[in-house]
């Protein structure tokens, strides 16, 4: 099957002329669907997931999955230009979701066509998957059940073709500390908001001991605080939320019961989900980027790592400085070499 970078281009046109806010990429799919279908291929479809994968499953090859997203945020402030009238200009791409993450979608795809029509040692699977922008469950995480264990996953996002070894996750806790109520002007009652800026103190000086070489530190930042009904009224309770960016050396749940082993507040996390990650600078494909020339490096920014439980590395076409911005665009050579430098890294990978 041969798709010119001409065909990709109009793909990816397409698919910005069509708004696609999470939760909301019905039509998107509709359109992307109907575009493989047109071309020969015959993709897999749950939700507003879609896949393609290659035959021989069970046939004890290692699987290597390529993902990008299909959904974006609303546009920025700012725009100058309509955000969902695709417009090609001094060798350019401009629209909503041409950088985050149209580009990496279609320079999958052309990758997948080029690996897929020659032996490899691994089966291949495409994916165009939704919620991203939300880590929502009817995203990635939902058709995993379908295509069954991945063994390697490339997480297409606007990286430049650099690979982002390491990726930082996201924890919010939501703390009370508790207390007895008193009148402020005599000596009763037990301080809620004492205790709170106790704990405080302690989530802003703790350091964790694993230190990434990437990310480096976990880093936590006490960022809301809601306590008192009058001034006269020692508080009973006192309510805060933290901040936490793990560092792809402790999983969120060890982090969590670090933070509760030293502090005397109630500690509730929003959500377990969205876990920090790295591969080893060892791992086949991060040798063989570094072989081409390819940078590693530590990713601020989450993705589809997020909620995914097997090995990733994260890199696409585009620059993440682009992401969430008005006027945003991809030059079409990113593509061209987005396409090309995915076939360098993984034709003939064994992992």
């Known amino acids: 099957m041969e798709i010119r970078t001409a065909d990709l281009i109009a793909l990816l046109k397409g698919m910005v002329a069509i708004p696609s806010l ?10 992307i669907e109907a575009w493989l279908c047109a071309h020969g291929l015959v993709p897999q479809r749950k939700g507003n997931n879609l896949w393609l994968e290659q035959p021989g499953r069970g046939d004890g090859r290692p699987v290597l999955l390529l993902n990008g997203h299909i959904d974006t945020v609303k546009p920025a402030a700012g725009y100058t230009r309509d ?3 695709p417009v090609e200009e001094d060798g350019a791409i401009y629209g909503l979701g041409t950088n985050d993450d149209g580009a990496s979608v279609v320079s999958l795809l052309g990758a997948y066509l080029q690996l897929s029509s020659r032996p490899q040692p691994y089966r291949l699977i495409w994916s165009a998957t939704a919620e991203e922008e939300v880590c929502g469950v009817n995203g990635i995480e939902s058709i995993i059940p379908e295509i069954g264990p991945i063994d390697l996953g490339i997480i297409g996002e606007p990286t430049g073709m650099q690979m982002a070894v390491a ?6 806790l939501d703390c009370t500390a508790h207390g007895v109520s008193g009148h402020a002007a005599r000596n009763e009652g037990v301080n ?3 205790k709170a800026l106790d704990d405080i103190s302690w989530i802003r000086g703790y350091q964790f001991e694993k ?22 009224v020692v508080p009973a309770e006192c309510h805060f939320v933290v901040d936490v960016r793990p560092n792809g050396l402790y999983s969120n749940q060890e982090i969590v019961d670090i933070i509760k082993e030293h502090v005397g507040c109630e500690v509730k996390p929003r959500s377990l989900r969205h876990n920090s990650s790295s591969i080893p600078v060892e791992h086949p494909v991060v040798k ?6 390819l940078e ?12 995914v439980d097997f090995t990733t590395l994260k890199i696409g076409p585009g620059q993440s400085s682009r992401s969430h911005t008005a006027d945003e665009f991809i030059k079409l050579s990113e593509i061209c070499e987005g396409v090309e430098t995915y076939v360098r890294l993984l034709d003939g990978l064994s992992f």
């Open 167 to 172: 990726e930082k996750g996201l924890l919010v």
């Open 288 to 293: 063989r980027g570094l072989a081409l020339g």
């Open 296 to 307: 590693a490096f530590g990713s601020p920014t989450t993705s589809n790592q997020t909620v």
């Open 192 to 194: 809620a908001l004492y």
């Open 211 to 232: 230190v990434s070489e990437f990310l480096g530190p976990v880093k936590m930042t006490a960022t809301m605080i809601d306590c008192g009904s009058q001034h006269n």
């Open 22 to 31: 999470s939760r909301e990429e019905g039509a998107v799919a509709d359109f």
């Open 83 to 85: 955000p969902f009238a």
